[in-house]
């Protein structure tokens, strides 16, 4: 079936209640320059994501206007024009293109940029470089069909570590010289991803297999260079992010292997053929969400997921001391990376008032400055952090965010994150200030499947047990009711990629609970989207749902498109055309036959997106229509 035209949106009868949560915008991905004279982040201030540079004054610091941790936005009296520290001069664009960009990286000599160039909104990237100043732009890894991506500057000279994954899947890591151009194949393989590599190059530090079940090694670098040394072998679980130790003697480790909380481990070059491994910090009450290490490898700053939001702490590697910091200024740190003198941390953070910005934290201090992004805006809804139990007793967490001034059970929305390992967290969402203003509650669990409750509960969804995934979504909606807070002829269920698929799920499975249903970029049948998604895509998905083959039966069960027969209500399908994650023939499978059945379903096509929605018109585009959708199907009586 052909694409269909993009729909337009229709004209509301009145504005958007929230548009300013529309017009503020973000800075994503931050990376302070060596000299800590400016920082480059990935900002969509102008319309589009693109690389902006922020110059800094006193090396680094605004001198005048320093933020107190527990102090959300630009100090009192100072109005946030986003550009930047008021004694600063203002942040300047660099030219890499008309595509969006999603990520930059300073080198350590300070006179390149790498830049994750994103060609039509897609999952396709690519990976180039610029100055600073915007001259010398050029490819560094594009491979046609293919999609590459940085890890990280090696520390000597301006050479990069890179994935590239070909058109077949196969993965090859490479050294890239951004001055020359000069490549070196390292390893290569399927499900691969280079993590790490010694400032000498003779040390690589591999991850291999599918999410939720990914090992990490270290091998000599070039193939055929010998065997790899299995990192924390024979434990359970997954190890999804490690550094390297300037020397290569020490793999700093981000794993549950052998646990249940992601914590930090350490495996040293005397423990490599004993298989033991060292905790360096770990907690019962939390996971490790991410960590960034010092240049010298003498520190790194953790950073913690407490039930969502975000905690720090400083380590030093060769005592084992934990400091903690102060909390950020915002609920949720995204990305973090350390000054090349290890004094200064440099954050992307965001909370449900704030929109991505970035701030500069003393790691002697504790001292956050705010040094670009758009001010905190009054008005947002507030994000209550509830718990239920599904039927069979799992405990579930949930945000709820209430409408204003609501006089007995409201319309409520259940919106349903990606992954399933994503977690609802208390971020910036324009969607919800324009639901919430308008008079529509939002609830946002993480149901079981979701990353951040422990290793058990993130396999609890797995393959058979997505069943109860699909119960729990009911169970969210019986607990609003059982609140008090929603109107239970007045519920919407709503999702994003895998959010996407368990909203149709919900929906065929519990027909009559939602009044209404919204499916962004999900799938709607297994067996279509193993043969159509990415090959790496989706060998990595067979640990998560089942193999296309072996247990075909299975897949068909929970497929929804193999139950529309069951489908009751309207139903909204948005979908990017350039999206291969989740390709476009998912949406039109499911809009073909919710139509056959003659179930109301419009449907909202972006030419110019893929698996997320990257610019800011479209964005803007997508929260109207959404809003237009559940008001017309939420806020009229019902009969």
Not at 200 to 208: G, K, S, V
Not at 405 to 416: F, M
Not at 574 to 584: C, M, R
Request: hydrophobic share 40%.
């Amino acid at each position: 079936m052909a694409p269909s035209p993009a729909l337009s949106v229709p004209a509301l009868s009145v504005p958007l209640p929230a548009p300013e949560s529309l017009t503020a915008w973000n800075c994503r991905t931050p990376a302070l320059s060596p000299d800590h004279g400016a920082v480059a982040y990935v900002s969509d201030r102008d319309g589009r994501p693109r690389v902006w540079i922020q110059p800094l004054s006193d090396a680094g610091r605004p001198a005048e206007h320093p933020m107190p941790a527990a102090e959300h936005g630009w100090p009192a009296g100072e109005e946030d024009t986003g550009a930047g520290p008021p004694d600063a001069a203002p942040a300047r664009p660099v030219d890499t293109g008309p595509e969006p960009v999603a990520d930059v990286s300073w080198a350590p000599t300070g006179e390149r940029l790498a830049v994750l160039v994103a060609p039509g909104g897609g999952e396709h990237t690519e990976v180039w470089t610029v100055r600073p100043d915007g001259g010398d732009l050029r490819p560094l890894a594009a491979p046609p069909g293919g999609s590459a991506s940085f890890v990280r500057w090696t520390g000597r000279g301006e050479v990069l570590l890179v994935t590239e994954t070909s058109a077949s899947g196969l993965t090859a890591a490479v050294l890239v010289d951004a001055a020359t151009g000069g490549r070196q194949v390292v390893a290569a393989g399927p499900l691969l991803r280079p993590a790490a590599v010694s400032r000498d190059h003779a040390t690589l530090l591999l991850r291999r297999g599918p999410r939720g079940a990914r090992r990490m090694s270290v091998a000599a670098c070039g193939p055929g260079a010998g065997d790899e040394l299995p990192l924390l072998a024979g434990l359970p679980g997954s190890t999804d992010y490690g550094i390297l130790s300037p020397d290569g003697e020490t793999a700093y480790l981000l794993s549950d292997a052998g646990r249940d909380r992601a914590a930090l481990l350490a495996v040293r070059g005397d423990e490599l053929e004993a298989r033991s491994h060292d905790v360096l910090a770990q907690r019962e009450d939390a996971e490790l969400d991410q960590f960034a290490l010092s240049a010298d490898g003498r520190r790194a700053v953790l950073v913690w997921n407490e039930h969502g939001r975000s905690a720090l702490e400083v380590l030093d590697t060769g005592t084992g001391a934990v400091s903690p910091l102060p909390p950020p200024p915002a609920d949720v740190v995204t990305s973090i990376r350390i000054s090349l003198d290890g004094g200064t941390a440099v954050l992307a953070a965001e909370g449900p008032d704030q929109p991505s910005h970035v701030l500069l934290c003393d790691l002697a201090t504790g001292r956050y400055d705010q040094v670009a992004g758009a001010g905190r805006l009054t008005g947002a809804p507030h994000a209550e952090l509830v718990r239920l139990r599904a039927r069979d007793g799992l405990e579930l967490a949930a945000w709820l965010y209430r409408p204003p001034n609501g006089h007995g059970p409201a319309p409520y929305l259940v919106h349903l994150h990606g992954g399933p390992e994503d977690q609802e967290r208390p971020a910036f969402n324009p969607l919800y200030h324009n639901l919430v203003a308008s008079g529509i509650g939002v609830l946002a669990p993480n149901v079981r499947g979701s990353s951040g409750y422990g290793r058990a509960f993130r396999e609890a969804d797995d393959r058979e047990l997505r069943f109860h995934a699909i119960d729990d979504v009911a169970d969210c909606a019986t607990e609003l009711v059982r609140l008090g807070a929603a109107d239970p002829r007045r519920i919407a269920c709503m999702g994003w990629s895998y959010g996407g698929y368990l909203t149709l799920a919900a929906l065929v499975t519990h027909p009559g609970l939602f009044r209404t249903g919204i499916d962004v970029c999900g799938m709607s049948d297994f067996e279509s989207f193993y043969a159509r998604t990415e090959p790496w895509i989706a060998a990595a998905a067979v640990g998560e749902y089942g193999h296309p083959e072996t247990d075909r039966d299975l897949l068909r069960a929970l497929s929804p498109l193999r139950h529309f027969d069951r489908l009751e209500a309207p139903l909204l399908v948005v979908h990017g055309v350039h999206d291969t994650n989740v390709p476009l023939h998912q949406a039109q499978q499911a809009v073909q036959a919710a139509r056959a059945r003659g179930v109301v379903c419009e449907e909202l096509l972006f030419p110019d997106e893929g698996h997320e929605i990257r610019r800011p018109p479209n964005r803007a585009a997508f929260v109207g229509k959404v809003v237009e959708w559940l008001g017309r199907h939420l806020l009229a009586p019902v009969g």
